[in-house]
């Protein structure tokens, strides 16, 4: 059997792009085509050219994590996901923007904030990179945010994470922010006994 590769990890790769080209701008991301010079020869690529995002595994005192419903047009479903958001605003670093989320879909407010894990989300369609955030000591917040179009009904719970983990393996639940967050919560306290 081949000797493991110390430390297992994801290598930086940076081949000459040839051309790059805007093809769609849109409200909140743009669609690029890049035509890339590979091996011995040029592969065009088109992607969504992302921002990057945030979500957070809050958890309360009882162990129980927040879930928030809201409706998500490409997949026509209300589906449970983390509180998340864009990093959208110029210089902004991932935790404030953690911390702005939590508030802005949530009205709560923690005391505790630590990295979670971060990952990409769909590396062969788009550059978006998500850093999930652990949040504990949380209570509700001095103000409450006005929500519109799909965030104006979102659904809040507070839901045991041994609960939400188990709706995420038995495929009830199918978010991959999600499930990715709640698994690596539980990782992380397991590895804290």
């Known amino acids: 059997m081949p000797e493991p590769i110390e430390p297992l990890r994801d290598e930086p790769?940076?081949?000459?792009v040839l051309q790059s080209?805007?093809?769609?701008?849109?409200?909140?991301?743009?669609?690029?085509?890049?035509?890339?010079?590979?091996?011995?020869?040029?592969?065009?690529?088109?992607?969504?050219?992302?921002t990057g995002a945030v979500a957070i595994v809050a958890l309360d005192g009882e162990g129980r994590v927040l879930l928030i419903q809201q409706?998500?047009?490409?997949?026509r479903h209300r589906d449970w996901e983390l509180p998340a958001g864009l990093l959208d605003i110029e210089g902004e670093e991932p935790l404030e923007a953690a911390r702005r989320e939590l508030a802005e879909e949530a009205d709560l407010v923690a005391t505790h904030w630590e990295p979670l894990v971060?990952?990409?989300?769909?590396?062969?369609?788009?550059?978006?990179?998500?850093h999930v955030f652990l949040a504990t000591g949380v209570e509700p917040a001095?103000?409450?945010?006005?929500?519109?179009?799909?965030?104006?009904?979102?659904?809040?719970?507070?839901?045991?994470?041994?609960?939400?983990?188990?709706?995420?393996?038995?495929?009830?639940?199918?978010?991959?922010?999600?499930?990715?967050?709640?698994?690596?919560?539980?990782?992380?306290?397991?590895?804290?006994?």
Do not use: C, K
Not at 13 to 16: I, L, N, R, S, T
Not at 71 to 75: A, E, F, L
Not at 118 to 130: A, C, K, V
Not at 151 to 180: F, K, T
């Open 142 to 193: 001095d103000a409450t945010h006005d929500r519109e179009d799909e965030e104006a009904d979102i659904r809040v719970e507070w839901v045991p994470l041994a609960d939400a983990v188990s709706a995420v393996l038995d495929g009830r639940m199918r978010n991959g922010i999600l499930a990715i967050g709640v698994l690596a919560a539980s990782q992380r306290l397991r590895d804290r006994v």
């Open 71 to 75: 409706y998500r047009h490409p997949i």
């Open 13 to 16: 790769f940076e081949p000459e």
């Open 118 to 130: 971060s990952s990409w989300t769909t590396p062969g369609g788009n550059d978006e990179i998500i």
């Open 21 to 50: 080209d805007l093809v769609y701008e849109g409200r909140v991301w743009d669609v690029r085509s890049d035509r890339v010079r590979y091996g011995d020869g040029e592969i065009v690529r088109q992607y969504v050219d992302h």
